[in-house]
C-alpha cells in the first residue's frame, strides 16, 4: 500500500521540477528579451549626436513628437544599423547553434567551417577585379559575390561529406581546410590589387554594420523569419540528435536527411548575414554556447535562446564599438573578435570536461 501512494507522490515532484524548470528558462528568455530591447535603445543613442533614452523611447513610440532632425537621424541613419546588429546576431548565433547540434562539435560555426571564408573570398573577387559571379545592380554586386561563395562553400563540405567513410569530426577538418584556401586565395588577390583595392577588401573582412540600409535589413529579415520556423518544426528532432545518429535513428529521426536540410538553412542564414556586413566571427561561437548554458539543450527553449544571445552580444559589440574611441566607429568584427578568442581558448582548453 505503501508503494502505491509513493508513487503519485514522486510524480508529482517530478512534475514540480519540470515545471519549474519551464518558469526558470522562460524568465531567463525574458531577461535576455529585455536586455536586448535596452542595449538596442542604447545603440539607438549613441553617435555624434547623442540622445537620451527618453528621446529615444518617444522618438520610436511617436516620431511625430520629436524634432525632424532626430527623427532623421533615429530613423533613417541609426534605426537600419542597430536593427541589423539585431538580426544579422541572431541568424549567425542561430546558424552556429545548428552547426554544433547537427555535428556534435561545440567549435562548429559559419567561421570556423569556411562560411565566411568563403563569402569574404567572393567578394575580394569583386571589390579588387571587379569579378561579377551573376550580373546584379552595382550596389549589391558585392553581396551577391560573398552570398554565391558561402553557399558554395557550404555545398562542397557536403558534397565531401557524403563520401564513404567520412566522419562528422572529418567534415569539421574539411571547413578548417576550407578556411586556409580562401585566407590564401584573399593573400593572393591582395598581393595583385591596387593598394585602393587592398584597403576595400580589409575593411569588408573586418565587418562593419555602418552600410545597413532599410533594403538589405528587410531581406536579411524574412530570410531569418522564413527560417526559424524550419528549424523550429525539427525541434524535437535536433534535441534527440544530441544523443547520436545511433540513439535518434531509434527514435525515428534520419539523421543524414536532417543534416542536409540543417546544413541549407544555416548556410543560408550565415551566408545573408555575411554577404551584407562583412566578415563578423565567433557570434556563431560564443551565442550558442552561452545559451547552451543558460537554457540547455531542449530546442524550445535552445533555439529562441541562441537568437537572443547572438542578437544581444552584437548589439553590445555595436555599443562598443561606439564608445571606445569617441568619434570613432570601430569595425565590429574586431570588438566580436576580441570577445570571441578568449572565449575560443576557453573551450579548446576545457572541451574534455565538456558534456559533448
Known amino acids: 500500500m505503501s508503494n502505491e501512494i509513493a508513487q503519485p507522490t514522486g510524480t508529482a515532484e517530478e512534475h514540480g ?6 518558469l ?12 536586448l530591447a535596452l542595449s538596442f ?5 549613441l553617435g555624434p549626436a547623442r540622445f537620451s533614452l527618453g528621446e529615444v523611447l518617444a522618438a520610436l513610440a511617436t516620431p511625430d513628437a520629436v524634432s525632424q532632425q532626430a527623427r532623421v537621424i533615429l530613423w533613417e541613419i ?3 544599423v542597430a536593427l541589423m546588429a539585431l538580426v544579422v546576431g541572431a ?21 570556423t567551417l569556411g562560411i565566411s571564408a568563403g563569402a569574404s573570398f567572393g567578394a575580394a573577387l569583386a571589390l579588387a577585379f571587379g569579378v561579377v559571379i551573376i550580373p546584379a545592380a552595382v550596389e549589391y554586386v558585392v553581396p551577391i559575390n560573398a552570398f554565391i561563395m558561402a553557399m558554395v562553400t557550404a555545398f562542397m563540405i557536403h558534397a565531401m561529406s557524403l563520401r564513404r567513410g567520412v566522419t562528422i569530426e572529418t567534415i569539421v577538418l574539411l571547413g578548417i581546410a576550407m578556411v586556409f584556401i580562401f585566407n590564401s586565395l584573399m593573400a593572393l588577390i591582395q598581393f595583385f590589387s591596387s593598394q585602393q583595392a587592398v584597403a576595400a577588401v580589409v575593411f569588408w573582412t573586418m565587418g562593419s554594420l555602418t552600410k545597413a540600409t532599410w533594403p538589405k535589413f528587410w531581406i536579411s529579415f524574412v530570410i531569418l523569419c522564413a527560417v526559424l520556423p524550419l528549424l523550429a518544426r525539427h525541434g524535437w528532432a535536433l534535441t534527440a540528435m544530441r544523443l547520436g545518429d545511433t540513439k ?5 529521426v534520419n539523421p543524414r536527411a536532417l543534416r542536409l536540410e540543417v546544413m541549407v538553412l544555416v548556410s543560408l542564414l550565415a551566408a545573408i548575414a555575411v554577404a551584407f556586413v562583412g566578415t563578423i566571427g565567433f557570434i556563431g561561437l560564443v551565442g550558442p554556447h552561452i545559451a547552451r548554458m543558460l537554457v540547455g539543450e531542449d530546442q524550445r527553449f535552445f533555439l529562441p535562446g541562441s537568437a537572443l544571445c547572438g542578437a544581444l552580444i552584437l548589439s553590445i559589440g555595436s555599443v562598443l564599438s561606439k564608445i571606445i574611441l569617441p568619434g570613432t566607429v570601430i569595425p565590429i568584427g574586431i570588438i566580436t ?12 582548453l576545457n572541451h574534455k570536461k565538456a558534456s559533448w
Open 41 to 45: 535603445c542604447v545603440d539607438l543613442a
Open 78 to 80: 541609426r534605426m537600419p
Open 248 to 252: 535518434a535513428e531509434s527514435m525515428g
Open 17 to 22: 521540477f519540470y515545471r519549474a524548470l519551464v
Open 91 to 111: 541568424s549567425l548565433s542561430i546558424a552556429g547553434a545548428q552547426m554544433q547540434t547537427i555535428l556534435s562539435n561545440p567549435l562548429a560555426s559559419p567561421f
Open 24 to 35: 526558470r528558462r522562460q524568465l531567463i528568455l525574458l531577461a535576455l528579451t529585455l536586455g
Open 337 to 348: 573578435s576580441l570577445v570571441g578568442i578568449p572565449f575560443f581558448l576557453f573551450l579548446i
